[in-house]
């Protein structure tokens, strides 16, 4: 069945550093990977998302680059702040299997001031 | 404009019980998802719904069962809980078709003793 492997479980990042999240999909009809971040005693919130067509792409200090062949997406914060500490979460949904999103079980990203 | 709202937030039932709740849907979404997070994993799919119809469904019992009401909200009706059953359950909306990310709300605490 359909599956996301998320590494590392958890990160450890000085302030300003770079970090990185890396995610592989099992389901080659995926064509939509969102990454959510979740706050303690919260949802989980849509931070940025890429499509099957693109290769990357960028908002201000997150990025994510999506390798369809290898069915490998990343997650990338640069310039870590303290506030960027979360769980983070990717995911892949295929609208040809159905329409459920699959998550991955989530990355702790600790920023040390 | 007022996001995903989930009821109650913390819910202990006991083993055997019964339990419902509830979502309201970010205003102009139609569609509803369920998912159930366990402590420290990623959000499991349960199910989603659309037009009032479950349109896909996970790998859970029919002790799970949803509904979804013309102005759009949702249940989500659990029977003969069992202690396996105690997670974070949060309520997904989206707007079918056109926008594949979700708006989660703050989820429901479910613990059963």
């Known amino acids: 069945g359909e599956n996301v492997e998320q590494h590392p479980s958890t990160l450890s990042v000085q302030e300003g550093d770079s970090a990185v999240i890396k995610c592989t999909y099992s389901?080659?009809?995926?064509?939509?990977f969102p990454w959510y971040k979740q706050e303690l005693g919260k949802g989980p919130q849509l931070i940025i998302d890429?499509?099957?067509?693109?290769g990357e792409k960028k908002d201000q200090r997150i990025a994510v680059t999506l390798n369809k062949t290898a069915k490998h997406f990343s997650l990338h914060i640069t310039e870590t702040q303290p506030e960027d500490s979360a769980v983070y979460f990717c995911?892949?949904?295929?609208?040809?299997?159905?329409?459920?999103?699959?998550f991955g079980a989530g990355t702790r990203l600790f920023v040390k001031a | 404009d007022a996001g995903v709202t989930q009821s109650p937030t913390h819910l202990i039932k006991t083993r055997g019980q019964q339990v419902t709740l509830r979502c309201s849907p970010k205003?102009?979404?139609?569609?509803v998802s369920w998912y159930q997070q366990a402590l420290g994993q990623g959000p499991q799919f349960i199910f989603q719904?659309?037009?009032?119809?479950?349109?896909q469904r996970g790998n859970f019992p029919d002790r799970f069962s949803g509904h979804q009401f013309p102005n759009y909200s949702s249940e989500l009706n659990v029977n003969a809980l069992l202690l396996g059953d105690s997670a974070l359950y949060l309520c997904?909306?989206?707007?079918?078709?056109?926008?594949?990310?979700?708006?989660f709300g703050s989820g429901t605490r479910l613990t059963v003793v």
């Open positions: 997904a909306s989206s707007l079918v078709d056109r926008d594949y990310g979700y708006t």
């Open positions: 389901d080659s009809a995926s064509n939509y």
């Open positions: 890429i499509r099957s067509n693109v």
């Open positions: 995911a892949a949904n295929s609208n040809t299997g159905g329409f459920k999103t699959i």
């Open positions: 205003s102009g979404h139609d569609t």
């Open positions: 719904y659309y037009e009032e119809e479950e349109r």
